[in-house]
């Protein structure tokens, strides 16, 4: 259908609890496709389903997981494809900022970051593979600017997201030749939950209108699951004022 572009097509998002994920849930099904919710709070992965089935008679599919967990991530992956019949659209979306400077930073915090923004990123992406190429799919990561530029607020979380546009860009250069598109969206700030790991939210730092919203990149998210032949490679989502005084 000409208002559903995503008709007949499956999506697994990961960090779909909440924020960018949870808005990017219901831009897929608005576009008509079945939703696989993969995040660890099984409560609020229910109330985004219920909300998506509600606004967009939409079939989801609640998939408690923990990406940090390589067989939880291969479960996941093989309940989807078992549930829905096939996968069309990875959204490696689940992420983790902490804040502090490197020297304060404890061996556990500085792993809980990177199982969660790395080595997730690669089991989810290796247990998807293999789906994506036979239904010519769409595979989008959630970069961000810290990934593009040096951050000195949190260099370990920056180094994090260099890794997945770089991991990003390989596979898109090993699988583009089997059909699979590969996308990287770069956001901003967006007010999500995000930074709670370590204070404020950025929902509650900033207000409304001040840096983008999480439909926003949703918006980006779609577009790029959305494309039939070509791949969108990389969108940067920047708040306007970003670079001045840069
Ligand atoms: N907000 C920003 O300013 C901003 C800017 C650039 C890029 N990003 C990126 O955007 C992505 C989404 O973040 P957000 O802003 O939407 O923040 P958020 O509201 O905090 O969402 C993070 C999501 O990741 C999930 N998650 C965290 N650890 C997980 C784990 N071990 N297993 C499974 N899911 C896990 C969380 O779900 P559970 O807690 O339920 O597991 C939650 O759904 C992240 O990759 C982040 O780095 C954010």
Redesign the pocket.
């Known amino acids: 259908m000409a208002n559903e572009p995503l008709s007949g097509k499956t999506a697994l998002v990961?960090?779909?609890?909440?924020?960018?994920?949870?808005a990017t849930a219901h831009a897929l099904a608005r576009d008509g496709a079945r939703v696989a919710l993969?995040?660890?709070?099984e409560q609020?992965?229910d109330g985004v389903a219920s909300d998506v089935e509600r606004e967009y008679d939409a079939e989801t599919l609640v998939v408690p997981?923990?990406?940090?967990d390589e067989s939880s991530v291969a479960e996941t992956v093989e309940t989807t494809v078992e549930a829905f019949g096939h996968l069309d659209v990875l959204v490696n979306?689940?992420?983790?900022?902490r804040g502090e400077s490197v020297e304060e930073m404890t061996t556990d915090q500085y792993a809980a970051m990177m199982?969660?923004?790395v080595d997730?990123v690669f089991y989810a992406t290796r247990e998807a593979i293999p789906h994506l190429r036979e239904t010519d799919g769409n595979l989008v990561f959630?970069?961000?600017?810290?990934g593009q530029y040096p951050r000195p607020f949190n260099p370990v979380?920056a180094a994090s997201?260099w890794w997945v546009r770089g991991f990003a860009h390989s596979v898109e250069a090993r699988v583009g030749a089997d059909g699979v598109a590969v996308t990287v969206v770069?956001?901003?700030?967006?007010?999500?939950?995000?930074?709670?790991a370590y204070g404020e939210?950025?929902a509650e730092r900033f207000e409304e209108g001040e840096?983008?919203e999480?439909e926003e990149?949703a918006e980006a998210i779609a577009f790029a699951a959305g494309q039939e032949k070509s791949t969108v490679s990389e969108l940067d989502l920047y708040r306007r004022d970003k670079f001045s005084g840069f």
């Open positions: 990961t960090g779909a609890s909440s924020g960018i994920g949870e993969a995040a660890r709070r609020a992965l997981t923990d990406v940090r979306n689940a992420g983790l900022a199982e969660t923004n997730g959630v970069g961000s600017f810290a979380y997201k770069n956001p901003t700030e967006v007010r999500t939950e995000f930074g709670s939210s950025f840096v983008t999480p990149v």
